[in-house]
């Protein structure tokens, strides 16, 4: 390991988006930028930050950075990183510090995720190239169900780095978000060119393909991108390929290909030393319970009761409720004016939240609320006409309350499953 300089005060090295780091240590910059790469890439490596204040204790930027990852990976660890970038701010530069401010709102005792969001606002406007803080601005807009102010961060930045890899598939995520889905496609496609192993430009394409109903494009394009998910982490590389499950089963294909995605890319990522189980965990859950919604029960039994003990609270009681076939428990729990943009502070896409949004429709039909449910189900349809198990879910309420459209709605279903993969 590199020796860690006696003094510092008036040596600075860029990164590699040229910011001016108050360090000696090549070293210290050295992991500061693999960790960039890997935040962009969504890599594995991402505790390659916790190098850089080995290299150097006195980097503000690198205890900053460190502060951040350890508040999610190694919370025991994170005050002490924090309090070595405050320490330091006296001979940090000014980007250093405009990072620090920003960092210290998402994790320190004054947690404030709108003075979070201005801070990087400010941050990004001054240094429109730090496409890692735009990343972690983008992830706070997420989990706030923010897309808008999302959209308005990427753009700030945009006429920057317009022929930078990243860029575009962290635009395309919002646009499709917003529906704006023909301007999501191509910022996706934009992306892609510029980096074929983008993988949020990969997934951001898929999106608008499934949203889209273009469940056979979405599966030969995911299947060929897949050799590049190896070295990413948990939760892209078995998100990735819930899409290509879902993508499945929804276009009819046989069950047994959506089991064998969910056994050997999604649940066989336990095995690996450095996986994330909570995220591995969350897509396995709701691909289990997309497969229940759609009725294949019997051949998914073993797999829900390996996870019965995983999730026994929060927004999973209801699920937990849903699966035991407690269905007025369910319909209690989620309440008369359900609606899953709520929950979107889980973490989870919209084409995530369907799956609740499908497991309310057959709640609804259980406990005899069918008009409710043709109300809601006709509501989705009118936004996804593509979708077959939307309408064979039409047809099923429709056919409860006796009304001539069953039909319909069946041989619409029949068609679009037919067309899917043809």
Not at 10 to 29: K, L, Q
Not at 133 to 149: I, M, T
Not at 233 to 249: E, I, P
Not at 388 to 397: N, Q, T, V, Y
Request: proline residues 3%; charged residues 25%; contains cysteine.
């Amino acid at each position: 390991m590199e020796s860690v300089p006696t003094t510092t005060a008036a040596t600075t090295r860029p990164d590699r988006h040229s910011h001016e780091i108050r360090t000696a240590s090549s070293a210290c910059v050295a992991a500061i930028d693999a960790y960039y790469l890997q935040v962009l890439s969504y890599g594995r490596d991402r505790q390659v930050i916790l190098q850089a204040p080995l290299h150097d204790p006195a980097c503000s930027l690198a205890n900053s950075l460190a502060a951040h990852f350890a508040a999610s990976h190694r919370p025991s660890q994170y005050k002490s990183f924090l309090a070595a970038a405050a320490a330091s701010l006296g001979n940090a530069t000014s980007y250093e510090r405009a990072v620090f401010r920003a960092i210290s709102c998402l994790v320190g005792d004054e947690k404030d995720e709108d003075a979070a969001l201005e801070m990087h606002f400010e941050l990004l406007n001054e240094f429109p190239k730090d496409l890692v803080s735009l990343k972690r601005a983008q992830v706070l807009c997420f989990y706030l169900g923010r897309p808008d102010l999302s959209l308005k961060l990427v753009e700030q930045v945009l006429p920057h780095n317009e022929d930078q890899s990243y860029i575009y598939g962290m635009l395309a995520f919002q646009l499709l978000e917003l529906g704006r889905m023909n301007e999501a496609e191509k910022a996706a496609r934009k992306g892609f060119d510029i980096n074929r192993h983008d993988l949020w430009s990969q997934h951001a394409l898929c999106h608008v393909f499934q949203y889209e109903c273009r469940y056979k494009e979405a599966v030969e394009f995911m299947e060929t991108c897949s050799s590049s998910w190896t070295s990413c982490s948990s939760f892209m590389y078995t998100h990735n390929w819930w899409h290509v499950a879902v993508c499945y089963l929804e276009g009819e294909s046989p069950i047994c290909k959506v089991l064998e995605v969910y056994d050997h890319y999604i649940w066989k990522e336990l095995q690996r030393n450095d996986a994330e189980p909570g995220e591995v965990y969350i897509n396995a859950l709701g691909l289990l319970i997309r497969i229940y919604t759609h009725g294949l029960t019997d051949c998914i039994v073993d797999r829900i009761m390996t996870l019965t003990d995983i999730f026994k609270k929060e927004l999973a009681e209801a699920v937990y409720e849903y699966g035991r076939g407690e269905y007025k428990k369910a319909f209690e729990i989620l309440g008369p004016d359900f609606n899953a943009i709520d929950y979107k502070m889980i973490g989870a896409s919209d084409e995530q939240l369907d799956v609740f949004t499908e497991v309310w429709y057959d709640v609804l039909l259980n406990i005899g609320q069918i008009s409710k449910a043709i109300e809601e189900i006709e509501k989705q349809v009118s936004k996804r006409a593509g979708a077959p198990f939307l309408w064979s879910l039409l047809e099923k309420a429709y056919s409860m309350e006796g009304r001539a459209e069953a039909s319909d709605a069946a041989e619409k279903a029949k068609a679009l499953r037919a067309a899917c993969f043809s």
